[in-house]
C-alpha cells in the first residue's frame, strides 16, 4: 500500500493525466514541491509543466 509517507518515483519525461494522480498539495509540484510552472493549452489539453524538475501534468479542459 502507497501511504502519502511513500516517496514515489514520477517519470519526468511522461504527462500525467491530473484526474489519475491528482496534486498532493494544491499548487504545488509533487516531485520537488516548488510552485513555478509554465503551462500551454491546445487540443483540449492544459498542459502544466514544473519550471524547476520538468514534470508535466496534464488537464482536460471542458468545452462551452
Given at each position: 500500500?502507497?501511504?502519502m509517507e511513500d516517496e514515489i518515483e514520477?517519470?519526468?519525461?511522461?504527462?500525467y493525466d491530473y484526474?489519475?494522480?491528482p496534486d498532493k498539495i494544491?499548487?504545488?509540484c509533487d516531485n520537488?514541491?516548488?510552485a513555478s510552472f509554465t503551462s500551454r493549452a491546445g487540443g483540449g489539453l492544459f498542459i502544466r509543466e514544473c519550471n524547476n524538475?520538468?514534470?508535466k501534468r496534464a488537464y482536460k479542459t471542458q468545452k462551452p
Amino acid at each position: 500500500m502507497i501511504t502519502m509517507e511513500d516517496e514515489i518515483e514520477y517519470d519526468l519525461n511522461k504527462i500525467y493525466d491530473y484526474k489519475e494522480l491528482p496534486d498532493k498539495i494544491s499548487g504545488r509540484c509533487d516531485n520537488c514541491n516548488q510552485a513555478s510552472f509554465t503551462s500551454r493549452a491546445g487540443g483540449g489539453l492544459f498542459i502544466r509543466e514544473c519550471n524547476n524538475c520538468g514534470m508535466k501534468r496534464a488537464y482536460k479542459t471542458q468545452k462551452p
